[in-house]
């Protein structure tokens, strides 16, 4: 898969992959809401930005695609289900709002089917997981993410979990600040627009 054929540079601000996965819709809220995974090949972009694929990996899978394209499109279909299932889940819990138990049933049946393709090793001294077969499953990209999402909601980081404050915003992220007091998914891009917005606000409201 040529460097020029990924669509889409995904930002990769949540500080967990799971977080990033769930954030691949921009202004989510708004009617301007805009689709990040339009075909498998956007799923390959993900996984190699984020480290997930080797670029070897991301040749292979990208020909499997095109070899069967009715398949590339259920994968597809079900990486955006996934996606929904997280957003439901994280957004919930950084909301301080009851989990969907659907939801959380969803993950958990897909953390069950993703366990099934990899295994404990033991290298350099220390413990590992390692995914079986990350560059012959089109859906392979759908296995760290989903084990991402899982070891999050057991970690103690879920309580650092944010939703960005903007309301043409919904992304999610984990606060690391020293203060834990962030509040947009990036200080550039929404912080300054709501300050923005904030401050012609109050320009118009001074000439009323």
């Known amino acids: 898969m040529a460097e020029g054929q990924l669509k889409f540079v995904f930002d990769l601000s949540g500080g967990?992959?799971?977080?990033?996965?769930?954030n691949t819709v921009s202004k989510r809220p708004t009617p301007?809401?805009?689709?990040?995974?339009?075909?498998?090949?956007?799923?390959?972009?993900?996984?190699k930005q984020s480290g997930v694929y080797r670029p070897r990996a991301v040749e292979r899978l990208y020909t499997m695609a095109a070899e069967a394209p009715e398949l590339a499109?259920?994968?597809?279909?079900?990486?955006i289900q996934l996606r929904e299932t997280l957003?439901?889940?994280?957004?919930?819990?950084?909301?301080?709002?009851?989990?969907?138990?659907?939801?959380?049933?969803?993950?958990?049946i897909a953390a069950q089917h993703c366990a099934s393709h990899g295994r404990l090793v033991h290298r350099g001294g220390r413990f590992q997981w390692e995914w079986i077969g990350m560059d012959?499953?089109?859906?392979?990209?759908?296995?760290?993410?989903?084990?991402?999402?899982?070891d999050l909601l057991l970690s103690e980081d879920l309580s650092n979990l944010r939703i960005c404050d903007s309301d043409?915003?919904?992304?999610?992220?984990?606060?690391?600040?020293?203060?834990?007091?962030?509040?947009?998914?990036?200080?550039?891009?929404?912080g300054n627009r709501v300050k923005a917005k904030r401050h012609y606000d109050r320009q118009v409201s001074g000439l009323r």
Request: net charge positive; with cysteine.
């Open 16 to 22: 967990n992959l799971a977080l990033d996965f769930a």
């Open 32 to 47: 301007e809401a805009k689709e990040r995974l339009n075909q498998y090949r956007d799923l390959l972009s993900f996984g």
């Open 73 to 79: 499109e259920r994968v597809l279909r079900e990486a």
């Open 87 to 108: 957003f439901a889940i994280f957004s919930a819990v950084a909301d301080k709002t009851t989990v969907p138990a659907n939801a959380l049933a969803l993950l958990t």
């Open 136 to 150: 012959s499953s089109l859906e392979s990209v759908l296995w760290p993410v989903t084990r991402a999402a899982a």
């Open 168 to 190: 043409a915003c919904a992304w999610l992220f984990l606060d690391k600040t020293k203060n834990h007091r962030r509040r947009w998914c990036d200080m550039k891009i929404c």
